[in-house]
Nanobody, 116 residues
Framework: QVQLVESGGGLVQPGGSLRLSCAAS????????MAWFRRAPGKEREFVAD???????YYTNSVKGRFTISRDNAKNTVYLQMNDLKPEDTAVYYC??????????WGQGTQVTVSS
Protein backbone atom coordinates (compact mmCIF):
# COMPACT_ATOMS: atom_id res chain seq x y z
CA GLN A 1 0.00 0.00 0.00
CA VAL A 2 1.28 3.44 -0.94
CA GLN A 3 1.40 6.11 1.75
CA LEU A 4 1.88 9.81 1.07
CA VAL A 5 3.23 12.21 3.68
CA GLU A 6 3.23 15.97 3.12
CA SER A 7 5.42 18.56 4.80
CA GLY A 8 6.37 22.20 4.41
CA GLY A 9 3.19 24.08 5.19
CA GLY A 10 3.06 27.09 7.48
CA LEU A 11 2.26 30.77 7.86
CA VAL A 12 3.65 33.20 5.33
CA GLN A 13 3.03 36.83 4.46
CA PRO A 14 1.49 37.84 1.13
CA GLY A 15 4.14 37.80 -1.57
CA GLY A 16 6.15 35.18 0.27
CA SER A 17 7.13 31.65 -0.74
CA LEU A 18 6.79 28.12 0.58
CA ARG A 19 7.81 24.73 -0.72
CA LEU A 20 5.67 21.71 -0.02
CA SER A 21 7.04 18.19 -0.19
CA CYS A 22 5.26 14.86 -0.46
CA ALA A 23 7.12 11.61 0.04
CA ALA A 24 5.61 8.36 -1.20
CA SER A 25 6.40 5.15 0.61
CA UNK A 26 5.57 1.73 -0.68
CA UNK A 27 5.81 0.41 -4.18
CA UNK A 28 4.83 2.75 -7.01
CA UNK A 29 4.86 1.90 -10.69
CA UNK A 30 6.85 3.66 -13.39
CA UNK A 31 3.62 5.29 -14.61
CA UNK A 32 2.63 6.78 -11.26
CA UNK A 33 1.24 10.31 -11.50
CA MET A 34 1.29 12.77 -8.61
CA ALA A 35 -0.68 15.89 -7.89
CA TRP A 36 -1.52 18.62 -5.43
CA PHE A 37 -5.05 19.60 -4.46
CA ARG A 38 -6.24 22.10 -1.90
CA ARG A 39 -9.33 22.85 0.16
CA ALA A 40 -9.94 26.39 1.32
CA PRO A 41 -12.24 27.09 4.30
CA GLY A 42 -15.85 26.67 3.26
CA LYS A 43 -14.98 25.57 -0.27
CA GLU A 44 -14.76 22.36 -2.25
CA ARG A 45 -11.45 20.64 -2.81
CA GLU A 46 -9.82 21.88 -6.01
CA PHE A 47 -7.05 20.72 -8.29
CA VAL A 48 -3.84 22.76 -8.11
CA ALA A 49 -1.24 20.99 -10.24
CA ASP A 50 -0.06 17.59 -11.33
CA UNK A 51 2.99 15.98 -12.81
CA UNK A 52 2.65 12.86 -14.92
CA UNK A 53 5.01 9.92 -14.95
CA UNK A 54 6.52 11.28 -18.18
CA UNK A 55 7.20 14.72 -16.69
CA UNK A 56 4.27 16.60 -18.21
CA UNK A 57 2.80 19.18 -15.87
CA TYR A 58 -0.59 20.86 -15.58
CA TYR A 59 -1.73 23.78 -13.44
CA THR A 60 -4.98 25.41 -12.54
CA ASN A 61 -5.14 28.91 -14.01
CA SER A 62 -5.00 30.74 -10.69
CA VAL A 63 -1.51 29.42 -9.88
CA LYS A 64 0.12 29.50 -13.32
CA GLY A 65 3.35 31.50 -13.23
CA ARG A 66 3.50 31.37 -9.43
CA PHE A 67 3.59 27.67 -8.53
CA THR A 68 5.92 24.99 -9.88
CA ILE A 69 5.42 21.26 -9.45
CA SER A 70 8.39 18.92 -9.74
CA ARG A 71 9.34 15.40 -8.77
CA ASP A 72 12.43 13.44 -7.77
CA ASN A 73 11.79 9.87 -8.86
CA ALA A 74 14.85 8.57 -7.04
CA LYS A 75 13.37 9.85 -3.78
CA ASN A 76 9.75 9.13 -4.73
CA THR A 77 8.96 12.71 -3.78
CA VAL A 78 6.93 15.47 -5.39
CA TYR A 79 7.36 19.16 -4.60
CA LEU A 80 5.24 22.26 -4.97
CA GLN A 81 7.19 25.50 -5.01
CA MET A 82 4.78 28.33 -4.29
CA ASN A 83 5.88 31.91 -4.94
CA ASP A 84 4.07 35.23 -4.70
CA LEU A 85 1.54 33.72 -2.35
CA LYS A 86 -1.81 35.44 -1.93
CA PRO A 87 -4.37 35.28 0.88
CA GLU A 88 -6.66 33.31 -1.45
CA ASP A 89 -4.03 30.53 -1.53
CA THR A 90 -4.82 29.81 2.11
CA ALA A 91 -5.97 26.19 2.29
CA VAL A 92 -5.11 22.70 3.37
CA TYR A 93 -2.93 21.26 0.63
CA TYR A 94 -3.17 17.56 -0.17
CA CYS A 95 -0.80 15.37 -2.11
CA UNK A 96 -2.34 12.67 -4.29
CA UNK A 97 -0.99 9.83 -6.40
CA UNK A 98 -2.31 7.27 -8.81
CA UNK A 99 -2.40 6.05 -12.38
CA UNK A 100 -4.39 6.53 -15.56
CA UNK A 101 -6.08 9.75 -14.52
CA UNK A 102 -7.31 8.62 -11.11
CA UNK A 103 -5.88 9.43 -7.71
CA UNK A 104 -6.22 6.52 -5.30
CA UNK A 105 -3.72 7.60 -2.66
CA TRP A 106 -3.96 10.74 -0.56
CA GLY A 107 -1.86 12.40 2.10
CA GLN A 108 -3.17 13.79 5.36
CA GLY A 109 -2.82 17.41 4.25
CA THR A 110 -0.68 20.34 5.31
CA GLN A 111 -1.98 23.79 6.23
CA VAL A 112 -0.83 26.83 4.27
CA THR A 113 -1.89 30.22 5.64
CA VAL A 114 -1.12 33.44 3.81
CA SER A 115 -1.70 36.44 6.04
CA SER A 116 -0.07 39.63 7.18
Amino acid sequence: QVQLVESGGGLVQPGGSLRLSCAASGRTSSTYNMAWFRRAPGKEREFVADIRWNGYTYYTNSVKGRFTISRDNAKNTVYLQMNDLKPEDTAVYYCAGGEAGTYDHWGQGTQVTVSS
